[in-house]
Every structure is written in C-alpha cells, then in structure tokens.
C-alpha cells in the first residue's frame, strides 16, 4: 500500500457552506462527508482500496459543523427561534454494520458557534468566537435530557488570546506576546471551560522552548486530539543576520499528550522548509490524530505555495519524525479538510469542475 492509499470521487457537492474541513469527521473505520442538501455520506475503511458505503439517515436539520472525539461524531446544525438542531452518531458495536441512524435532539440556546471541540467523558465544547464576550463556552453533553444550553465566559482570559482547541475538560488558548521585543508564543488551560466555574490557570510562555512565533493568529493551526492531545503547528521563525524576522519552515509541534498538565515546547520536527518568508504567512496547514503516536500534517508545498503538501509524523516520547511517504494535492491548504481513523488519515478536497468532482483521500501513515 502506497502512503496515499486510495481516493474517491463522492459525487455530491460540499455542505457546510462549502468548508471541507467543517464537512469532515472520523471515527474508527468510519468517514463522514456532509453534503450540499443537508444529507450525510458514510463510509467503512478497512481497505481504503475498496470503502465501504454506508448507509446514513439524514438528521432533521441541514448540517453546518461535524466534529469528532474518536467514538462519536456530533452533528450541528442552525440556531433557529432560539433552538440549537444538534444529533450525533455513536462508534457501532457492529464491525459489518449497514446503516446508520443518528440520534437527534433539539435544546433552547441564544448563543452563536463559531467552533467545536472535543471535551472530556463524550462531551463537546462549543465555542462563540467573540474575544469581547471571553469567548462564551457551552459543554455539550450526550445523550442530551437538557433542556438549555448556556455559554459561559472563559473567565481570565488574558488580553488578546484565543480559544484555539481543547485538551479534556479544558479549553486552550493562545495568543503571541510581542511586548518585550519578542513574539513569545503563550499558551493558557481554561479550567472548569463550558460551566459557571470556569477560571483560567495563567499563561505558559514558550519562548525558551519553541522560539519566537508568528503575531498573526492565521498563521497557525491547532488540533484537538481526542485523547487530550493538542498539535501545534506554524512558521518556524529565526533573526536574519541583516535585522528583522524571518519564516524558513513550517514545524510541528506536540505541546501536550494524552491531556499532560503542561504545555511543552520542545517536541519538534520541520514539516517543510522554504526560502525565507514573511513570518504571518499561512503555510501551516490542518492537521489530524490519527494514534496517540501518530499525527496527518499538512503544509504548504515548497515548489508551489498554491499546492498542499500531505505528510505523516510519529512521536516517540519526546521525539517527532516524519513517517511514511509525502502526497501534493493541487490544492492551497486553505480549500482542504483534514480528519482521521484508529488506521488512516483523511483529506477532503473540494469540486474543481462541474459535475461536483468532491474527493476523499486515504493515507496510511506507516507506508510508502
């Protein structure tokens, strides 16, 4: 089997307002796609030479979000006359299963979402990204018997961050520090995030550890493991010998593991170089867990910024290395979605021709 392992044509358009990586999410052997009419496709990979479709009764609501804690795949759909459509797909127990049915609930909420993440015990967060408000916080738990849902402020948070992931039942926030000459790259767990008790625990900086970071927030992307692990990639960033800062690569770095009680930023490893660049630039694209050991990385593609450059890396310890092959899709890093299985990676790439030419593509980390 070759690192990019097979690929397929859906032969449906994008829901999710045409976002690949909100329309994406994976559980075990299982793919989700979610579709132009609202619907849902499904597909078991044990051979990602011949994937299974499965069969998905559509929820009562059209989809805007999926999002994925490993055994269950949450469903959102819109905020209307105060009622937030939610359903969501358990990790069947049968491996030969046919057909799926979500479960669907309705629950009062005024809120807005602007992302989701995995939380602790099946759970979810549901983030407003509104740094005014504290960015306000719902835990989201299923099966759901609430009848409201309420957004609480991440209380603390320090002046400029942002809630970027999560890791358990803590949210995590980001921000660069450029007050002192530098741009300290600062992390921070919100405790207690989605409830009445949330506190923030102070900001970690890991300037002595990572280096200096890009100021500019979309020059980075952050993961939400499902196990509590959080990836962490952007444009490595040195002092050029004339003055200023410069970007030469995009690096990925694994700050916590399996919901570790503090940020590290040590473990590393370059994903792609590049000639010197601005160092807001977004080359730094979306990632995805496939193990505990094993991370999907994208970036930009060296020989052609507009392209996506698909690679796999392994952890061991504290030790991170590229594994496997490298793939180019003709695609920026921006149009694809990312997600991944207990075995494979996925990227989503969106139509680039009519008929829809939506595909799914697999990658095995471990070969090529």
């Known amino acids: 089997m070759a690192f990019h392992a097979g690929a397929w044509t859906i032969g449906q358009s994008l829901g999710c307002s045409g976002s690949a990586q ?59 006359g105060g009622k937030l459509s939610i359903a969501w797909l358990d990790l069947p127990s049968d491996p030969l299963i046919k057909s799926l049915k979500p479960a669907a609930a309705a629950v009062n909420f005024t809120g807005g979402i602007g992302a989701a993440y995995p939380a602790a015990q099946d759970g979810f967060f549901l983030v407003k990204s509104s740094a005014s408000e504290f960015y306000p916080t719902a835990l989201l738990t299923l099966p759901t018997s609430a009848a409201s849902l309420t957004q609480y402020p991440s209380t603390g948070i320090a002046s400029g961050a942002a809630a970027v992931a999560s890791s358990g039942a803590r949210l995590v926030t980001y921000r660069t520090d450029a007050q002192r000459s530098t741009l300290s790259p600062n992390f921070s767990f919100e405790n207690g995030a989605g409830t009445m008790n949330a506190q923030n625990g102070g900001e970690r900086s890991l300037l002595g550890e990572a ?13 939400s493991g499902y196990d509590g692990t959080l990836l962490w990639s952007t444009n490595r960033l040195r002092r050029a010998e004339a003055g200023g800062v410069v970007s030469d690569a995009v690096v990925l770095r694994w700050p916590l593991i399996n919901g570790t009680s503090d940020f590290n930023g040590a473990r590393a490893v370059a ?86 030419d939506v595909m799914l593509h697999v990658y095995a980390p471990s070969c090529g």
């Open 211 to 223: 280096g200096e970071a890009p100021s500019d927030l979309a020059a980075h992307t952050f993961t």
């Open 271 to 356: 994903v792609e170089s590049y000639s010197d660049f601005g160092i807001d630039e977004h080359r730094a694209g979306p990632s995805a867990l496939i193990d505990p050991q094993t991370a999907l990385v994208t970036a930009a593609d060296p020989a052609n910024v507009g392209q996506t450059s698909v690679r796999a890396v392994s952890r061991s310890a504290d030790t991170l290395r590229q594994l496997g092959g490298r793939h180019v899709l003709p695609l920026q890093i921006g149009q694809i979605g990312v997600s991944a299985g207990r075995r494979y990676g996925y990227v989503l790439t969106p139509a680039t021709s009519t008929p829809p």
């Open 22 to 80: 909100r329309c994406l999410a994976a559980m075990g052997d299982y793919v989700f796609v979610g579709t132009s009419d609202g619907g849902l496709l499904g597909f078991r990979v044990t051979n990602p030479l011949a994937p299974e479709a499965i069969a998905v009764e559509n929820p009562p609501f059209a989809i805007t979000a999926l999002v994925s804690n490993q055994s269950r795949i949450l469903l959102i759909g819109p905020v209307l």
